[in-house]
């Protein structure tokens, strides 16, 4: 084990930044990010599209509808959903 000695000030100096770090950290995991919030799940675009989760399936898997995929769970962008109801319109 290796032992290393700072001076006080330095210390100190590094304790606030520290302190700040995680002040900031706490703050964003309190806080919910805003464009996390506008993301959809299959239950919100099934009923946004009017179609059934094995459709909103076909979708996904023929690139229709693009999406993001985190521990099994999908997300959609409000924005991606919207090209698809242009798409089925002038079908």
């Given at each position: 084990m290796e032992?290393?000695?700072?001076e006080a000030q330095t210390f100190e100096a590094m304790m606030n930044r520290f302190e700040a770090f995680t002040r900031k950290v706490e703050t964003l995991c309190e806080s919910p990010?805003?464009?996390?919030?506008?993301?959809?799940?299959?239950?919100?675009?099934?009923?946004i599209l009017n179609i059934s989760k094995r459709t909103l399936q076909t979708y996904r898997d023929n690139g229709t509808l693009a999406y993001t995929q985190?521990?099994?769970?999908?997300?959609?962008?409000?924005?991606?959903?919207?090209?698809?109801?242009?798409?089925?319109?002038f079908k």
């Open positions: 032992i290393v000695n700072i990010d805003k464009s996390l919030q506008r993301w959809l799940d299959n239950q919100d675009v099934c009923q985190i521990n099994h769970k999908m997300y959609y962008k409000p924005e991606d959903v919207e090209k698809v109801i242009n798409h089925l319109k």
